[in-house]
């Protein structure tokens, strides 16, 4: 999952949120990254537990300065297994029986935000 913003100002704050709908189908630890451009560290990242055929959501919201006007930047999301899992699958807005809740559940989403400060 991503998404690309051009802030319209050098000097406004850019709002991070993100948030995943997964299942899996063995119990396994998730953990969710998100990155920018090509850099290769994360800007933020978690873990999280969870129990086999359970749906779980994954929240992540953080600030950071703006990349500068007109200069576009990318927000990519990532996710996987944090260890072992091998056997599991990762199911995102939905299980294996198809959409969690008759499919009404909101999906998974990667929102950026331009604030001027």
Partial sequence: MDTIITP?????????ECRLILTVSVGARV???IFRDAIADALAAMTINIFANATDVMDIKFY???TGIGV???F??????DTGGAASTIYTNQNSGGGNFGGVLQPSELK???FQS
């Fill in 112 to 114: 950026i935000s331009e």
């Fill in 76 to 81: 990519k999301v990532r996710y996987g297994y």
């Fill in 64 to 66: 950071l300065a703006s």
């Fill in 72 to 74: 576009p930047t990318t």
């Fill in 8 to 16: 319209l100002s050098g000097t406004s704050i850019l709002v991070v």
């Fill in 31 to 33: 953990i969710v990254s």
